[in-house]
Nanobody, 125 residues
Framework: QVRLVESGGGSVQAGGSLRLSCATSGDTGSINCMAWFRQAPGKEREGVATIFAVGGNTTYVDSLKGRFTISQDNAKNTYLQMASLKPEDTAMYYC???????????????????WGQGTQVTVSS
């Protein structure tokens, strides 16, 4: 089993920045693909970014490229640096993890096995 715990959420004004963290523990050797998702009130959950542990290949949803950056440390703790935040970025942000057979499978942002409880990000105008 893998445990994921998000932190770093909060309230920020439009144009501000936040850095989310996802602490990973447990059987981390069983995972090699980490991701961030978000879900805004009344909307479906959407993928934000993924990172493949071997080589660090990253993928972003097109609408967020250039503003959000996913990264990972050697312990597979994962981070999401968010800049130039907009009110429409307001959502619960979730960390997720799974095993994949390569960066392409990691990039499709689907079938994640492990999820954190989420951290709330609120952006005011």
């Amino acid at each position: 089993q893998v445990r994921l715990v998000e932190s770093g959420g909060g309230s920020v004004q439009a144009g501000g920045s936040l850095r989310l963290s996802c602490a990973t523990s447990g059987d981390t050797g069983s995972i090699n693909c980490m991701a961030w998702f978000r879900q805004a009130p009344g909307k479906e959950r959407e993928g934000v970014a993924t990172i493949f542990a071997v080589g660090g290949n990253t993928t972003y949803v097109d609408s967020l490229k250039g503003r959000f950056t996913i990264s990972q440390d050697n312990a597979k703790n994962t981070y999401l640096q968010m800049a130039s935040l907009k009110p429409e970025d307001t959502a619960m942000y979730y960390c997720a993890a799974r095993f994949t057979y390569g960066p392409n499978q990691c990039a499709d942002m689907s079938f994640f096995d492990y999820w954190g409880q989420g951290t709330q990000v609120t952006v005011s105008s």
